[in-house]
């Protein structure tokens, strides 16, 4: 045995490809240092338990059946650490074959330091500040999210988040590392309890250095060594993802820290402030996904109000001076008009490159508005107006598209996931790299197929179970789904899950024989591809679902409070909760009061409440307390056809799938009827009864 060992701890989720390169260099850095490589998998869907198990059989692995965070992970290997010291690391990194050395010296021959952390590389080889960092106090946090400190980096006032004034070479004792790398001795690791597991992630690096330096222990940046982080890489997060769990970890911290300290009006302004920044950064997210909306918004109003400016034989100055602002009505109707054509065409996802469509849009949005100013006159303007604003719109955005889509760097490059395999997939696989513009990305396998790491030259990536997450994850134009090795009813369950998104999806049968539901036929070379689009996943009818569930949730609610509210008051104690799994199987949380079946109007009122908010649909998939695969991709409903059809379970798959297939708003008002005339139970026997008492 030697005598030097070290437990390294690495959380892993989706990143099979950056893990297997980490320990790769973590074996070359070993030297005569002994590794324990203990590897915590938080529910990978890329296939990362099977290939670690086959390639690093040497490691421990720990695999969770759903994402614990960051620190709960680490906390079940710290437990089981043996080493002298203990390194966490992020597994979107790659050590130097110096590094495990140099950190082990360091600790060697400064025993008053209970942590250490070694200078991080971006890609591009240039210096990550977030190496060493101050604790957020609400000064220091105040400075980063107003952004002085970006303003001011080597200012010891504003620039103290990062320590912006010291050098990236000079070593020191600082306050907080980052959690991609952080060497600690294994007795204080252990002392201090790891991480604090209320921070589901993002903080809780901070919080652990915080305690450590409360502990009595140092803290050290040793510069002599370098880590090279591919950050973000293990999240893949959106920006607005981010800015919610950062800030709400930003606030759990304070809390925890400082609330002791400050007043409650204090305290409620700092809430304000973080949230403020969540609604910010939410705004920020819809015009950043609307841009386009936006522009061809403004082109049309323009277009509109000068055509308004012509047709008035007087000045410009003198138009605008005595300009009568009723005729803005003239335009928030025509942008309410254009928003619901653009909505009805998709014009800003899957027909985005459609002249015909954009044309007919912008046609149909100028009849709207005659249609409805001719019944208020006052409103009413020049036909002359109308026409040559129709024309004028037309030809400018078919311009402006001609332009976008033949000047934009990007060309038709499709990024491909195939998913399900079996002989004929081969040909697919052939098919796609004879086309230069398509690089498949990866191959999704069946649940009882053996693994393998690729299939001619193909990596897989992952099993069909997560075919929704793994397109998301790697950014896919498009999916191929393989007949005969996929069913119509599996494939069906995830076209249901890749909805509002830009994903064209394919169905690649050994012939055209099993085309299903209306589609288009093309050829890949010799191999038929069927172009498909659920009717479910028709933004136009998920919009006027959506709207459905408004008109008729909120009306019911206002009425009915008056009644409901005395119950709910004497009857809260009994108040339990329950556990759903909503769409695309993400955990939800709602209190109903027990027992279910006696107080059924109470708790129906409280699940309207959910159907207002979006959890709950009226019409949707049956509700569920367990994550039970692609059955709940689609929202779950307070009623529905598997509901109503339940007792017969052959009957209610085919009409779930007819359902799909065939949707319509008029299927979920019938279906509505139906329940409530029929009043049936669709509720009760779904629930959770292995619920938790509220107190």
């Known amino acids: ?89 992020n597994p979107d990194t790659v050590v130097r074959e110096d590094t495990l050395k140099v950190m082990y010296d360091h600790m060697e021959q400064n025993p008053e330091t209970g942590a250490a952390g070694c ?40 620039g103290k988040y990062h320590l912006g004034w010291m050098s990236e070479n000079e070593k020191a004792s600082v306050p ?43 803290i050290d940046y ?52 973080l949230f403020g920044r969540v609604v910010i950064g939410y705004i920020g997210s819809i015009l950043k996904k609307s841009a386009r909306l936006i522009q061809d918004l403004l082109l049309i109003n323009v277009i509109l109000l000068m055509f308004m400016a012509i047709r008035v034989d007087q000045p410009l100055q003198h138009t605008i001076e005595n300009f009568d602002y009723r005729f803005l009505v003239v335009n928030l109707l025509l942008t309410g008009a254009f928003i619901l054509m653009s909505v009805y065409y998709d014009l800003y996802n899957r027909n985005k490159k459609s002249y015909i469509d954009t044309i007919k849009a912008v046609v149909l949005s100028f ?129 249901v899950a890749i909805h509002d998104t830009n994903i064209g999806e394919y169905i690649v049968p050994p012939s055209i ?26 933004r136009w009818n998920r919009f006027l679902k959506r709207l459905t569930d408004l008109f008729i949730s909120t009306p019911l609610l206002i009425v009915a409070f008056p009644i409901w509210y005395p119950g709910f008051l004497i009857n809260r104690n009994n108040r339990s909760r329950h556990t759903f799994y909503g769409e695309n199987n993400i955990p939800f949380k709602v209190s109903l009061i027990e027992p279910y079946e006696q107080h059924r109007f109470l708790n129906r009122y409280i699940l309207m409440w959910y159907v207002m908010l979006g959890k709950f649909s009226l019409v949707g998939a049956p509700l569920s307390h367990k994550d039970n695969g692609m059955n709940t991709n689609y929202k779950p409903g307070l009623c529905g056809v598997k509901q109503l059809a339940a007792g017969n379970s052959d009957s209610a798959e085919q009409q779930e799938i007819d359902y799909l297939q065939n949707y319509n708003i008029w299927t979920d008002l019938y279906l509505i009827f139906y329940t409530i005339r029929s009043g049936k139970s669709t509720i009760g026997r779904y629930l959770n009864r292995e619920s938790i008492t509220v107190k």
Not at 6 to 34: C, H, P, Q
Not at 120 to 143: C, H, I, K, Q, Y
Not at 528 to 537: F, G, I, Q, R, S
Request: glycine share 6%.
């Open 513 to 538: 024989q099993y085309a299903i539901g209306r589609s288009r036929v093309r050829f890949l070379g010799k191999v038929p591809v069927l172009e498909k689009e659920l009717a479910y996943n028709i």
């Open 119 to 158: 200078k991080l590389l971006n890609p591009d080889g240039t210096f990550a500040p977030e190496s060493r960092r101050s604790v957020p106090t609400p000064a220091t946090a105040l400075w980063k999210l107003t952004g002085l400190s970006t303003l001011f980096p080597n200012s010891k006032t504003f």
């Open 367 to 495: 009849f709207i508005v005659v249609g409805i100013t001719f019944f208020f006159r006052e409103f009413a303007f020049s036909r002359w107006i109308i026409i040559m604003a129709t024309l004028a719109s037309v030809a400018a955005i078919a311009l402006l598209r001609l332009f976008q889509w033949n000047t934009k760097a990007e060309t038709d490059f499709k990024k491909v996931l195939i998913s399900g395999y079996d002989q004929h997939t081969d040909k697919l696989i052939t098919e796609l790299k004879k086309q230069k513009r398509f690089e498949i990305c990866g191959i999704l396998l069946q649940p009882d197929q053996p693994w393998k790491e690729e299939i001619n030259g193909v990596p897989v990536i992952g099993r069909i179970n997560y075919t929704a997450k793994m397109a998301a994850y790697h950014k896919v134009d498009q999916i191929y789904y393989t007949v005969p090795a996929l069913d119509m009813d599996t494939i069906l369950e995830q076209m």
């Open 176 to 218: 907080v590392l980052s959690g991609s790398f952080m060497f600690f001795r294994t007795s204080v690791l252990q002392e201090i309890g790891g991480f604090d597991e209320r921070f589901f992630m993002y903080a809780e690096d901070i919080d652990i250095c915080y305690r450590t330096t409360n502990a009595g222990y140092r």
């Open 1 to 89: 045995m030697c005598a030097k060992k070290i437990t390294v701890i690495i959380v892993n989720y989706n990143v099979k490809e950056f893990i297997s390169d980490l320990l790769d260099s973590l074996n070359k850095a070993a030297g005569e240092i002994e590794l324990e490589v203990f590897i915590v998998d938080n529910a990978s869907s890329d296939g990362s338990v099977e290939f670690l198990k086959k390639n690093y059989p040497w490691i421990h692995l720990i695999e969770n059946s759903e994402n614990l965070g960051f620190g709960k992970a680490n906390n079940q290997a710290i437990s089981k650490a043996t080493g002298e010291y203990t390194l966490l690391i």
């Open 222 to 273: 040793v510069p002599d060594t370098s880590v090279t982080h591919y950050k973000g890489e293990s999240t893949k997060k959106e920006n607005l993802d981010y800015i919610v769990i950062f800030n709400k970890a930003m606030y759990q911290f304070f809390d925890k820290h400082y609330s002791s300290n400050y007043t409650s009006f204090f305290k409620a302004v700092v809430a304000v402030f």
